[in-house]
């Protein structure tokens, strides 16, 4: 018993016995006993109602009034045993707090700006920077999500910004240094050609096409060669692409150039030849990589295309010329060329808008309809993959297409003699049933729902694959056609999965295979097995060629990025095949393409060979 006091209940000092009477300790205050529950809150004893002291009381949750449990209490007057007579009192509080957090954030802001020699370090958000951002999320639904889908952009030290969207390429933004290529002095040529050149895509002013056209065919190669570069291109490129046939170049447009026969020709016909030219030179393997002779038509190719006006006066051959002038800056050596690439196809596209309507809504039949059919839907796969790589969205919106894809039959009537085609009608088709909707998926602004990414992994893989041709077959067309055909769709489900495989690593990192994404995971790291590896088997067969496809080495990188993420930072995950051997593997494979390849040379992954290697032995996992 205390030997002198009050009583505890009223809250003030007692000295128990056995203590020096000068010590001296503090009895809980009412507040202290509420929060321990040793009382009723406030508010029920304000009501005069039961109270089951808990924290928050059950009284208080039925009444909505949780935040004033156990010691505040709802100001007395009318209406109020309702919670919404306490608004006023809630938001006083919520002003006081405020202007504390205001005051702490002014604070910590002076103090981090007033280290001397020290860097900017990073402050807590404002609270009204939070309520800003939050406003902006509940407007766009979720804004994670949604500023990580939507890609990169860069800015130079000049200002020169160059986006690359959530399916972009990131060897796009690597900065190996190579030597620069050799340009090609232009100055041989006439002034008037120089000018047209310099012009395009506009026509220049001044210039009469009657007088420079007969200056750009002067310095034509002899039709010898002309004919031998058009073979080299078809039979190189084919597998690829169909813009040009074998009949509409070498039977047609090559004699009437070349005066052999009085046949009518433009100078965007002129145009067509030469960008021809100058891709057959620079697949000529032959001749030395980004030769200087392919430079050289492309710089007439230019001004032949100048001297007709492109949007004025364009034709399916204005299209075709500016499509094999974006494949020609795609595989010059150039860098710097990619993003002219980019913008041409994206120019192509736009002009083509006119043709996307089927051929027969113009009374067309016959090899003509089937023709204009054919370079449709490969310009369409040329836009969407493009688009893939870049991550920007396609030039062609495919709800206003109206082209239908050709028949079996006419393919076997009308490719009678012609190279054999990579693709045809199997690609078409897979371009409007499978690439169409993958593109919509992967590109949409909103991120889509994995149930769709599913749905869709099933609709490409339920796809039926083309007749296969014969392996022993060496000629360079059929096999590049059994190269590419052979993963082209691993292509497309590597970049339908490998968002998501991105994100279940870093979202789990431990164990991104006890994750609902873990479907990407094995379909992204299957799918870039399959390409790393038949790139590799190609390129042992035809390594002078695929070293000079810019295409084939993107493509790979995004592979190579896939495996190496597993290679390094999840070995834990025991996937087949092994991946470190899959990594090494392409390392090699990049480092010999990267002699000729700039696109080869900027995905070099050199550092994580030795990083790869040194996980392997000292047995490194995630």
Not at 577 to 596: D, G, I, K, N, Y
């Amino acid at each position: 018993m205390p030997e002198y006091g009050t009583h505890p209940n009223k809250g003030q000092e007692i000295i128990l016995d056995g203590y020096d009477r000068g010590a001296t300790i503090k009895a809980p205050t009412r507040e202290t006993r509420r929060m321990r529950g040793e009382i009723a809150c406030a508010e029920c004893r304000r009501l005069k109602i039961r109270c089951d002291r808990s924290i928050p009381c059950s009284s208080c949750i039925k009444r909505g009034c949780v935040a004033l449990c156990p010691n505040g209490i709802i100001p007395p007057g009318e209406g109020s045993r309702f919670v919404l007579a306490a608004t006023e009192h809630l938001h006083q509080k919520i002003m006081y707090l405020e202007a504390r957090m205001h005051s702490l954030e002014d604070a910590i802001a002076i103090v981090e700006t007033s280290r001397p020699g020290d860097r900017p370090r990073a402050v807590v958000p404002r609270l009204a920077d939070l309520e800003k951002d939050r406003e902006t999320g509940d407007a766009l639904g979720n804004t994670t999500e949604l500023v990580e889908h939507l890609g990169t952009l860069c800015i130079d030290d000049r200002g020169g910004s160059r986006f690359f969207g959530p399916s972009g390429g990131s060897e796009a933004s690597s900065n190996n240094a190579r030597p620069p290529l050799q340009e090609l002095d232009p100055s041989y040529l006439p002034p008037e050609i120089s000018i047209c050149s310099q012009a395009f895509p506009f026509s220049p002013v001044g210039v009469q096409p009657m007088l420079v056209q007969p200056m750009i065919e002067a310095y034509l190669p002899p039709i010898r060669r002309a004919i031998t570069l058009c073979e080299t291109f078809l039979e190189h490129l084919s597998w690829m692409f169909h813009i040009v046939s074998r009949q509409q170049m070498v039977n047609e447009l090559i004699p009437a150039i070349y005066k052999n026969i009085r046949t009518s020709y433009g100078p965007h016909d002129l145009a067509l030849m030469l960008i021809v030219l100058g891709i057959g030179t620079l697949v000529d393997l032959d001749l030395p990589p980004y030769s200087l002779e392919a430079q050289h038509y492309y710089q007439l190719s230019r001004a032949a295309l100048a001297l007709q006006p492109v949007l004025g006066e364009q034709s399916m051959v204005t299209i075709k010329v500016l499509h094999l002038m974006s494949i020609y800056n795609g595989m010059s050596g150039k860098e710097t060329n990619l993003e002219q690439s980019y913008n041409l196809l994206d120019f192509a596209g736009q002009v083509a808008l006119r043709v996307n309507i089927d051929p027969s809504m113009w009374g067309l039949h016959g090899k003509e309809a089937y023709d204009r059919r054919v370079y449709f839907w490969n310009l369409m796969a040329a836009v969407l993959w493009q688009s893939l790589v870049t991550g920007r969205p396609p030039c062609l919106l495919t709800s206003f297409i109206d082209c239908r894809i050709p028949s079996t039959q006419d393919e076997q009537l009308f490719q009678r003699g012609e190279v054999p085609l990579g693709f045809g009608i199997w690609g078409f088709r897979a371009s409007l049933e499978c690439l169409i909707p993958v593109v919509k998926t992967t590109l949409a602004v909103k991120p889509p729902k994995y149930e769709d990414i599913l749905n869709l992994d099933r609709k490409i893989r339920d796809f039926a694959l083309p007749q296969p041709d014969n392996p022993l077959d060496e000629r360079t067309a059929t096999s590049m056609r059994i190269f590419v055909r052979s993963h082209y769709q691993d292509l497309m489900l590597l970049f339908l999965h490998r968002g998501f495989f991105a994100q279940a690593m870093v979202e789990a990192p431990t164990n991104p295979l006890g994750t609902e994404y873990a479907p990407s995971i094995r379909a992204a790291y299957s799918s870039a097995c399959v390409v790393l590896r038949d790139t590799t088997v190609q390129f042992s067969k035809k390594p002078l060629l695929c070293a000079r496809i810019w295409r084939i080495w993107s493509f790979a990188f995004s592979a190579a990025v896939v495996v190496g993420t597993v290679a390094i930072r999840g070995l834990a995950l025991r996937l087949e095949p092994s991946a470190l051997h899959e990594f090494q593997s392409a390392c090699t494979t990049f480092r010999q393409a990267a002699r000729t390849n700039s696109r080869a040379a900027r995905a070099m992954v050199y550092t994580c060979i030795d990083l790869n290697i040194q996980a392997e032995l000292t047995d490194v996992v995630w």
